[in-house]
């Protein structure tokens, strides 16, 4: 990993010929790197359409008028640094225009970006990102497992950071979600928009040679690493404009993902760089991931019927055995409605069934194996690994 420290952007090298090796360097920046100097004018040296996922924690614009006490008249080690003060909202959210259509100049049609804020500036951000063009997916709230209280007993106690994820445009397709591993490591329930982390304390606090913190407002690796195991995969891009201490960069490559930071400030540069340098990378195993059910091959259900994986006649039925169809030698499925039969796919009959308008029939219909029901998505699943097209 390297620091580099430079002022103004620097140029594109020229390409000899036609070469593709040259050509394919221009489009991809260098990987695993910290620079120096002010995020847009880097931003602005980096090629176009080059990261794949973006985590930005600009300044909150706090306007804090005086010392910050608590009631024993002790100092709070507020955000005081001269990065995060504006002389007014016009200006704030002028730089704020600047680096967002900076940074959406530097990502993939399928990337994604999440920004972090706290009620004085999130909103400001999102008007922005909007009028920008990017397309919002979520805002989840990091709810603090130990936030900090208010001294002056004059408001509710600041429990909460709001992050957006958005898009960079709307109608975006095929950025990363990694939606079945996150489930798979909740439980099996969907992870919800609302997330209960601690704040970075203990030994995770980087700290100068006189015990202060390096910076501020250091994040939690917790959090950067829910991020990125819910927006990249192993060897994406992932850029931070706004580096700090370095926590995206360090849980960056513990993740195995590829890391561009920028910082203005050469102490915070620094801290950054000895901090990832420390970092070994997780091993791939714990890391790789099955292909989602989006991204499986496709495997229809009469393949399922033509390989003996469920015979013609036999019984398919919910989870509870309520409601039973017949599957047939086509790959059809037969459901019997007063003395009727309904004939159609594992989808329309399910949906019938329960009256919906639409219905994933691997899992609403099971079959039963040794006195359980399993649903047929299982054999699917089965036959994906026989033929060795992936698994879910």
Known sequence: MSVVRK????????????SADARSAVSRPELDRIILGDCIASLNALPPASVDLVFADPPYNLQLQGELKRPDESRVDAVDDAWDQFESFAAYDAFTRDWLAAVRRVMKPTATMWVIGSYHNIFRVGTALQDLGFWILNDVIWRKANPMPNF??????????????????????????????????????????????????GQERLKDADGRKVH?????????????????????VVLDPFLGSGTTAA????????????????????????????????????????????????????????????????????????VRAVVRADGTIAIVNNQTPTVGSIHRIGALAQGAEACNGWTFWHVEQEGRRHPIDMLRARLRAELNLGGE
Do not use: M
């Open 7 to 18: 002022g103004a952007p620097v140029r594109a090298p020229r390409l000899s010929g036609a």
């Open 216 to 236: 501020p407002t250091q994040k939690p690796e917790a959090l950067l690493a829910r991020i990125l195991l819910s927006a990249s995969r192993p060897g994406d």
């Open 152 to 201: 002056r007993g004059r408001r509710f106690t600041n429990a909460h950071e709001t992050l957006i994820w958005a898009a960079r445009e709307p109608g975006a397709k095929g950025y990363v979600f990694n939606y079945e591993t996150l489930k798979g490591g909740n439980e099996d329930v969907q992870v919800r928009s609302d997330w209960l982390i601690p704040l970075c304390t």
């Open 251 to 322: 849980v960056a490559k513990r993740l195995r993902r590829h890391f561009i930071g920028l910082e203005r400030d050469p102490a915070y540069a620094d801290a950054a760089r000895r901090r990832v340098d420390a970092v070994e990378p997780l091993p791939e195993a714990a890391l790789s991931a099955p292909p989602s059910a989006r991204e499986a091959p496709r495997v229809a259900f009469s393949v399922l019927v033509e390989r003996g994986l469920v015979t013609p006649g036999a019984e398919l039925t919910d989870a509870k055995g309520h």
